[in-house]
């Protein structure tokens, strides 16, 4: 790597990178020592009461720190689990930390800093792709990604030198299925790099046999909390000490814990005993990787895809929450997409009183041409015993609405 680049990633990402390697050899005696002083500070300022996303929208001052222009600035969550929640983050720091544990679960399959990546995620915008030249990063827009631009799609990516193809999930297998199988095995993918969905161990087994391609992917949310990486080893989650502190309370729903979460950012929102809202299953096997906290699966996360007018699976989760700055997010309170047969989709939604009910809604057809969009506006979308909605229902395959 040339100094130059060194340069671009920031010393924030130099000390980090330090840290996380440091950390991977620590005892459990060591990681609980730098843990405990640093969720000492958040104790002792903000109290020992688990907190909630509510907490945050109504006391957002209260558990802000250094949040002056420049230093801070807004950013939301995404819509998977009801209304996004605004809330302030490093404007330079931040971005450098994220790099550092994000390259190092990427590393795992080879990724070193400024490799290409292809990203096909659910990023909206004009045009078929993007070059983000800072990432060295094309993006491929899946709202141009209808029948009469995937013969361009397919000449383009025949012309892209090796690379690491950065998805969901889901996405992934609507990506083979955009482009065809055949041409799929053809690209000189170097790795799948997937992310805000979880794989299940077989199907991930069962593609890297069948494609020789390897997968890193990981827990995180967009609080920056916490982060966990998927282990080649134990194939469990293992939660970085070094990036935030987790804790796992009881929950209603069987076999599974409550994740709490708690932030060592200096600067914007301090999330303290943070109730994500995702649950996860107890580790039940050790693993030599390293002393991090683990657990054997996350729960709630899965692939949600739905068939379009053409019958091809396309990922939900690009196309409805792709763009999360959009001030559509200022005026859905919650939201849920139902299938009942191909191509169709019934959107619905949970609107503020003041909302414009058509800029929504020709805002959402506008992003999903490959399917016909029926709103229906509610009062409420009913939650599961985790205090989670399910943001698709796909009643073809016998969901319940």
Request: proline share 4%.
């Amino acid at each position: 790597m040339t100094a130059f680049r060194e340069a671009l990633l920031g010393p924030s990402y130099w000390y980090h990178r330090r840290l996380i390697e440091q950390s991977k050899s620590w005892s459990s005696e060591q990681i609980r020592e730098y843990q405990e002083e640093r969720v000492g500070r958040l104790i002792r300022r903000y109290g020992s009461e688990i907190t909630r996303k509510e907490d945050y929208r109504q006391h957002l001052r209260h558990y802000s720190r250094w949040d002056a222009p420049l230093l801070t600035h807004t950013v939301r969550t995404g819509g998977t689990s009801g209304q996004p929640l605004r809330f302030t983050a490093d404007t330079l720091a931040r971005r450098q930390k994220e790099r550092a544990y994000l390259f190092d679960i990427w590393s795992q399959i080879g990724y070193a800093p400024h490799d290409l990546r292809v990203a096909y995620r659910g990023d909206v915008h004009e045009g078929l792709v993007q070059y983000n030249r800072l990432e060295n990063l094309w993006i491929i827009s899946p709202s141009a990604t209808m029948e009469g631009d995937l013969d361009a799609l397919r000449g383009w990516v025949c012309t892209v030198p090796p690379f690491f193809l950065h998805v969901h999930a889901s996405s992934l297998y609507t990506f083979i299925d955009l482009l065809g199988e055949d041409l799929f095995r053809r690209l000189p993918i170097r790795g799948i790099i997937a992310g805000s969905e979880a794989f299940p161990i077989a199907e991930q087994a069962r593609f890297e046999r069948d494609f020789g391609i390897q997968i890193a992917h990981w827990y995180g949310h967009s609080e920056y909390a916490v982060l966990a990486y998927n282990c080649r080893e134990c194939h469990g989650f293992h939660f970085y000490p070094t990036y935030g502190y987790v804790e796992f309370l009881p929950s209603e729903t069987e076999d599974c814990q409550r994740i709490i979460a708690s932030s060592f950012n200096r600067m914007g929102t301090q999330f303290v005993r943070y109730d994500t809202g995702d649950l996860a299953t107890a580790a039940t096997t050790t693993c030599p990787a390293n002393q991090f906290r683990r657990v054997d699966a996350i729960v709630g996360r899965a692939q949600e895809t739905f068939t379009d007018s053409e019958g091809r699976r396309r990922s939900l989760f690009g196309y409805i929450f792709g763009d999360e700055k959009s001030i559509l997010w200022d005026h859905i309170q919650d939201l849920q997409v139902i299938q009942d047969r191909p191509g169709a989709l019934r959107v619905r939604l949970v609107t503020d009183p003041a909302s414009n009910r058509a800029q929504i809604e020709q805002t959402l057809q506008s992003r999903m041409p490959m399917a016909t969009l029926e709103f229906e506006y509610v009062p409420v979308i009913e939650r599961s015993a985790s205090g989670k909605r399910r943001y698709f229902v796909d009643a073809m395959a016998g969901g319940e609405h």
